[in-house]
């Protein structure tokens, strides 16, 4: 194995082992030097998908690489469990002959996690976290932990050397259209963020254009849509409610379009959150599931995000559009004169220094509306309704310790939609779209994956 992981990281396991004696959940919303949350069991799934946060962030970046690293993780910690059950159809890889050689669960699970994530961030070392979890109590004997080892192993490289070539370092220079409607960088220098991932090898979905989206509000051309009175609601709308020094946006929507942001890198991103509300859920609903299945919720929840995040860049680079930021800076430019152009208009939206933004990406449809969008589905499909309450935390530096509380998963979903309007950083149509895409993609994961 490689050498000691991060001495940060081995503390937040050590913590999340102690934890995890004394059976307690902490639920809070750290920063990115404080712990993560505990675990309330000693469920490997649920131990390396905290592993999975934690790398989100040191990573960072846009949902793409996060989201597929997740799905790694989770397909391989699933096939794993599936070969030694027999439960179901592996996502990848099948080793029948785990059925009959007591191979240790545990070790099976942790050794594929720690090849999985090793394969999806190379610039990370987990073999701290390996070693963390290898020491948590097992009752296997040495033959079935050597067995286990071997099957983890075999299992995390299948993972990692089917997606060798799923696109994902496509380097393709984006060409940018310096025309009215079309997405330019907001910030100066800052350069478009995953322009080529609509292109990755989807995880179920048969491409990354399976589910886009019409064009924006149905015009056929850009012109026309930055014609219309449409178009021209919708600027004004995230004008209103958007901007950094808004008298309209209530203290509520202030503190909602904070709590689901988590764009700055240090947390575990919108991607994330997803994942530790997931985490949240199967805890209080099914805290004593098997392993088994739990890495079938996991797996189903991973590749659903996966191929979201496909989908929705795939929209966003076919679109183009522009981001509030621009439209309203330069609604000078447009073709109605129902737009009055601000050169000094602002989102809400910032960095903890106070720095305003916009994300580096084009704006129509909205990742984090198309990746609650598919959590929400692929949750509710799983549990067989919509109607679970829970409360979520997150990981925001400017939402330090708040906790909002859902009576279900789409009111969930919805609430993270519009927490981006808020935020001044995407048009309403935009958050409209991408929730009927994610849960259109959900849908087809729940009916065409893991049967």
């Known amino acids: 194995m490689p050498g000691t992981a991060s001495p940060r990281r081995r503390t937040l396991l050590k913590a999340a082992a102690t934890a995890l004696a004394v059976g307690t959940l902490v639920s809070a919303a750290p920063t990115a030097a404080a712990t993560d949350t505990a675990p309330a069991t000693t469920d490997r799934v649920i131990y390396w998908n905290r592993v999975l946060l934690d790398a989100f962030r040191q990573v960072g970046g846009h949902p793409g690489p996060l989201t597929r690293g997740g799905a790694m993780l989770n397909t391989a910690l699933y096939d794993v469990a599936n070969s030694i059950s027999g439960g179901g159809k592996p996502y990848l890889t099948d080793v029948p002959e785990a059925r009959n050689r007591h191979a240790s669960l545990n070790t099976a699970l942790d050794y594929a996690a720690y090849h999985a994530l090793e394969g999806a961030y190379p610039q990370l ?6 070693a963390d979890a290898l020491s948590l109590p097992d009752s296997s004997t040495g033959s079935h ?26 380097t393709t220079p984006y060409n940018q259209v310096n025309e009215p409607g079309y997405w ?10 995953g322009a080529n991932w609509g292109k990755v090898k989807p995880w179920v979905l048969k491409s990354g254009s399976q589910f886009r989206p019409g064009n924006p509000l149905g015009f056929g051309s850009m012109k026309e849509l930055l014609a219309s009175d449409e178009y021209a609601e919708q600027v ?17 929507q202030t503190e909602i379009a904070r709590f689901w942001a988590n764009d700055a890198d240090g947390t575990y991103k919108p991607v994330g959150q997803q994942y530790e509300h997931a985490i949240i859920i199967q805890q209080s609903l099914r805290p004593n599931d098997t392993s088994y299945r739990t890495s079938k919720l996991f797996a189903l929840l991973s590749v659903t995000l996966a191929d979201a995040a496909i989908s929705i860049w795939d929209s966003k680079y076919t679109t183009n559009l522009w981001r509030p930021e621009s439209a309203i800076k330069l609604a000078d430019t447009d073709y109605t004169d129902k737009t009055v152009a601000d050169p000094d208009w602002k989102p809400l939206s910032s960095t903890p220094a106070g720095v305003h933004f916009s994300p580096s990406f084009p704006s129509y449809s909205s990742g984090h509306s198309g990746i609650a969008a598919a959590w929400a589905g692929i949750l509710r499909a799983y549990y067989g309704t919509d109607n679970i309450k829970f409360t979520g935390t997150t990981d925001d530096p400017q939402a330090v310790g708040v906790t909002r509380t859902f009576t279900s998963l789409s009111q969930a979903a919805q609430e993270k939609a519009d927490s981006r309007l808020y935020a001044g950083v995407h048009f309403r149509m935009d958050n409209d779209a991408a929730l009927r895409q994610g849960y259109a993609i959900a849908r087809y994961v729940h009916d065409n994956a893991l049967k």
């Open 145 to 170: 932990r050597t067995f286990g080892e071997t099957l983890g192993t075999k299992v995390g490289k299948a993972i990692v050397a089917a997606r060798a070539d799923d696109g994902s370092n496509d």
């Open 125 to 130: 070392d987990f073999s701290g976290e390996l």
């Open 184 to 193: 330019r960088p907001t910030t100066p220098g800052a350069q478009p963020a």
């Open 236 to 252: 004004n709308e995230v004008k209103r409610l958007g901007g950094a020094n808004s008298t309209e946006r209530t203290a509520e």
